[in-house]
């Protein structure tokens, strides 16, 4: 099998390769390990904190929400 890339892929995969201490061959075996096991939980990469979009609301502050602020 063979798969036509730039010279500078090429260089950038052979230089990681290189970099790591592994084969070319090695290295896209991993790379597909990687992008499988990722792709096959079939989940996104969440946010550790939800994002909340408010709108034109802007910062809030604790008296702007409680009203036991003095």
């Known amino acids: 099998m063979s798969i036509e890339l730039s010279c500078e892929t090429e ?3 052979t230089g990681e ?3 790591q201490g592994i084969s070319v061959n090695a290295l896209l075996g ?3 390990s990687e992008h499988s096991a990722s792709a096959g939980t079939g989940a996104r ?4 904190l939800p994002v909340w979009h408010l709108g034109g609301v802007g910062s809030l502050h604790r ?5 036991d602020v003095r």
């Open 17 to 19: 390769a290189r970099r």
């Open 63 to 67: 008296r702007d929400i409680y009203d």
């Open 45 to 48: 990469a969440t946010p550790e």
């Open 11 to 13: 260089a950038r995969l």
């Open 30 to 32: 991993r790379l597909m």
